[in-house]
C-alpha cells in the first residue's frame, strides 16, 4: 500500500517531468504569454484612445482582465493532456502513477503556469490601463483564488477531452459552463477590489467553489484517466 | 407508462391548464393576462433542474455501480429531455420578459443560470458525439455530469442571492410568504408535479427506444 | 368563442395536450411490442 510520502514523491515528480518538458518545448509558455500579451495589445488600443472613465474601468476593465485569463488558459492547457495521448506516453503514465497523485501534479504544473501568467500579466495591464486598484490585498486573494479554480477545473477538463476528437474547440465547449460561476465570481470580487469595497460573501463562495471543483476532481479523475 | 396512470396524468395536466386560466388568479403586479405564463414557465424550468440532477445522479450510479449501460443510457435521455424543456422554459420566460420589462433578455441571475444550464447540456451532448467507443463515451460523458453536478449548486442558488434580481421571485417572496395567493400556488404546484410525471414518462419511452436500437446495431 | 379569449387559448392547449398524449401512448405500446418480439 503506497504511503503518504511516496504519493507525494510521485506528485512531485510529475510536476517536475511536466515543467522538463515545458522547458524543453516552450510551447505552454509562449502560447500563454502570446495570446494574453496579444489579447491585452488589443484591448489596450482599442479602449485608450477613448479614455476609459474610472466608473467605466471599474465596470469593464476587470471583466476584460479575465477574459484574457480565461481564454490564454484555454489556449494553452490543454495540451498537458492531448499531448500524452498523442505521443503515445499516456499508457506508461498509466501504469507508473497513482492517478491521484497524477492529477495533483499536473493541477500544481498548471497552476503555476496560471500563477505566472497572472503576476506578469495583471501589473501590466493594470499599467497600460490606468486602472488604479485600491484593495491590492483582495486582488491578490482573487488572482490566487480564481487562477487555481482556472487550474483545477481547466486540468480535469483537459483530461475527459483528451480522449475525444475535435479537442481544441471540445475544451471550450466542456469547460466554460463549468469555470462561468469561477469567472463571475473572480470578476465581481475584482470589481470589488479595484473600488476598494469589502468582499463580502462572494469570497467564501470562491473558495467553496474551488474546493468543490478539487474534490470532484480527485474523484473523478481515476474513472476519466483508467478505462 | 400504464393505461390508467396515463389517463390521471392527462386529466391532471388538463386541470392544470383549466386552473391556469380560470381557477388562478391574477398576480399583482404583472401586466394584463401576462402572469398565465408562468404556470407553464416554473414548471418547465423546474423539470429541467429535476433532469440536471437525475442525469448527474445516473452518472454516478453509472461510474461506481457496475458501469451498467442502462444507466447510462439513463443520464443522456435525461440530458436531452433537460435541453428540451430547457428551452422551452427559457422561450416562455424570455416572451415574458418582454411583456413584462419590455426587453427579451436582460441577463439577471436566473437568466444567467439557465442559458448556463442549457450550455451544459449542449457540452454534454457534444461530448458524447465526439467519442466513437461507446464504454469510453458513457465514462466521459458521465464524470462531465457529475462535474455539472458539482458545480450546479453555485449555478441555480449562490450566485442569484448574491446579485440584485429583475426576477419576480425574489419580489413576491422576499416581501413575505403571505403576499402569494395560495390558488397560484396550487396550481403552480399542481404543475410541476405534472410536468415532473410527464417527464419521466418520456424519459422512460427514450431509454428504451435507445435499449433496442443499441440491441439491433449489437448484433 | 372570441378569438384571443381564455377560453380559445385553453381549447387550443387542451387539444395539443391530448394529442401528445395519444401520440406517447401509441409509442409506448408500439414500443411494448417490439420489446415482445426481441
Not at chain 1, 31 to 42: E, I
Not at chain 2, 67 to 80: L, M, W
Amino acid at each position: 500500500m503506497r504511503n503518504a510520502s511516496s504519493w507525494a514523491a510521485e506528485a512531485t515528480a510529475v510536476f517536475v517531468k511536466e515543467w522538463r518538458c515545458e522547458f524543453r518545448t516552450r510551447y505552454a509558455l509562449n502560447t500563454l504569454a502570446l495570446f494574453a500579451f496579444t489579447t491585452l495589445v488589443v484591448v489596450s488600443v482599442s479602449l485608450g484612445p477613448l479614455g476609459v472613465s474610472a466608473s467605466q474601468g471599474t465596470a469593464v476593465l476587470p471583466v476584460m482582465l479575465w477574459v484574457i485569463l480565461l481564454f490564454s488558459v484555454a489556449a494553452g492547457l490543454p495540451r498537458a493532456f492531448v499531448q500524452e495521448e498523442e505521443t503515445g506516453t499516456a499508457m506508461a503514465l498509466r501504469l507508473a502513477a497513482t492517478p491521484s497523485a497524477l492529477f495533483c501534479g499536473k493541477l500544481a504544473y498548471g497552476l503555476t503556469l496560471v500563477l505566472a501568467l497572472e503576476a506578469l500579466l495583471t501589473p501590466v495591464y493594470a499599467a497600460m490601463m490606468n486602472l488604479q486598484v485600491a484593495s491590492p490585498g483582495l486582488l491578490a486573494a482573487v488572482l490566487a483564488a480564481g487562477g487555481y479554480g482556472l487550474a483545477a477545473g481547466s486540468t480535469l477538463v483537459a483530461a475527459i477531452i483528451a480522449q475525444a476528437r475535435s479537442k481544441g474547440t471540445l475544451f471550450s465547449v466542456l469547460s466554460f459552463p463549468v469555470l462561468l460561476p469561477l469567472l463571475l465570481l473572480s470578476v465581481e470580487l475584482t470589481r470589488l477590489a479595484v473600488a476598494g469595497s469589502p468582499a463580502g460573501v462572494a469570497l467564501p463562495q470562491l473558495l467553496l467553489y474551488d474546493a468543490s471543483v478539487t474534490v470532484a476532481g480527485l474523484m473523478l479523475f481515476p474513472a476519466v484517466w483508467n478505462p | 407508462m400504464k393505461n390508467p396512470l396515463a389517463w390521471l396524468l392527462w386529466l391532471w395536466i388538463s386541470a392544470v391548464i383549466v386552473g391556469a386560466f380560470f381557477y388562478a388568479p391574477l398576480a399583482q403586479g404583472f401586466i394584463g393576462e401576462s402572469s398565465r405564463i408562468l404556470f407553464f414557465h416554473v414548471p418547465m424550468a423546474w423539470v429541467s433542474f429535476v433532469a440536471f440532477i437525475a442525469a448527474g445522479v445516473w452518472s454516478l450510479l453509472y461510474l461506481y455501480r457496475g458501469r451498467q449501460p442502462r444507466h447510462d443510457r439513463a443520464a443522456a435521455a435525461a440530458v436531452e429531455l433537460g435541453l428540451l424543456f430547457g428551452v422551452l422554459a427559457t422561450v416562455t420566460g424570455s416572451l415574458w420578459a418582454r411583456i413584462m420589462w419590455n426587453a427579451y433578455w436582460n441577463w439577471d441571475p436566473r437568466q444567467t443560470s439557465i442559458v448556463v444550464a442549457l450550455l451544459f447540456y449542449a457540452a454534454y451532448l457534444a461530448l458524447r458525439s465526439a467519442v466513437e467507443d461507446d464504454n469510453t463515451r458513457a465514462r466521459l460523458s458521465a464524470a462531465y455530469a457529475v462535474l455539472g453536478l458539482a458545480v450546479a449548486p453555485f449555478l441555480f442558488f449562490i450566485m442569484p442571492r448574491i446579485m440584485f434580481s429583475l426576477h419576480p421571485q425574489s419580489v413576491i417572496n422576499a416581501q413575505g410568504k403571505v403576499e402569494v395567493e395560495s390558488r397560484m400556488v396550487q396550481v403552480l404546484l399542481a404543475g410541476s408535479a405534472g410536468f415532473t410525471a410527464l417527464f419521466f414518462w418520456v424519459h422512460n419511452l427514450r431509454c428504451r427506444i435507445q435499449a433496442l436500437s443499441d440491441r439491433k446495431s449489437a448484433l | 368563442m372570441e378569438l384571443g379569449g381564455s377560453g380559445w387559448i385553453v381549447a387550443v392547449n387542451l387539444i395539443i395536450w391530448t394529442g401528445l398524449f395519444l401520440y406517447l401512448l401509441r409509442l409506448g405500446k408500439r414500443l411494448r411490442e417490439m420489446e415482445k418480439e426481441s
